[in-house]
């Protein structure tokens, strides 16, 4: 395998990081660097230029409070969500979550009924139903359909309920919490190889086996050809996760 340097953009690392994003960003540069791969992080916000989005293999965007996801929302509409939709459709892996992965959506409905254009990436559309309706919030467990037999656990908190299009895969069923709406048992998308996700906590550090999906799929698209990863060790990665499923009494399920 060529020893070529792997890109992993960090979009609006200093607007969109709550309930510890940054983590996600963390965990994936040591598990590439316990495999003996180079990567270089690239941090990209309203001030940088699109062009920088260009050569990523990987891109990650976390979630945020309303004024930042104003800021955000407004830079994306310059040219930077144009390149980054087409990174998504040709296949680039990124973790978008809970307000990244809102914006990539149709449209969002704040509380007071003001709706927001997203960049409609992703065939859903988000509501707020309004302050007499409670957030989502609490640990959560869910079970990703690509993922055989693995549970991925994480936090959510959100006022938003997301609803996916009749031809659109969810990222996961819900065993515990409330996922996208708190109704269907949905949580998150996955399209081309891009997931949306409510999971902060942040979700990798906790999800070795989605962490390593994603560096699977990076390689795979960056060389074009099959890849099987080599095995570390995933003993702190599995006890935080098992902490999580004790305290939701789930602890048998790995």
Known sequence: ??????????????????????????????????????????????????????????????????????????????KKGEVLKELIYQGIPGLYVCGAYQFLGNYYKAADGTVIDGLKIFDIYTENPGFNYPRLIGDIIIKPYFLSNKIVVGFENHGGRTYLGKDLQSFAQVIKGFGNNGQDKTEGVIFKNSIGTYLHGPILPKNPELTDWFIKKILEKKYKKKIKLKKIDNKYELLAKKQILKKCLFFKII
């Open 1 to 78: 395998m060529s020893k070529s340097i792997i890109n992993i953009g960090w979009l609006y690392h200093n607007l969109m990081n709550t309930y510890g994003d940054r983590g996600n960003i963390i965990a994936l540069l040591y598990r590439l660097k316990k495999r003996g791969l180079k990567s270089k992080l690239i941090k990209i916000s309203v001030n940088d230029s699109y062009q920088l989005l260009k050569n990523l293999d990987f891109v990650f965007m976390g979630g945020a409070q309303d004024k930042q996801q104003e800021i955000v929302n407004k830079d994306l509409f310059k």
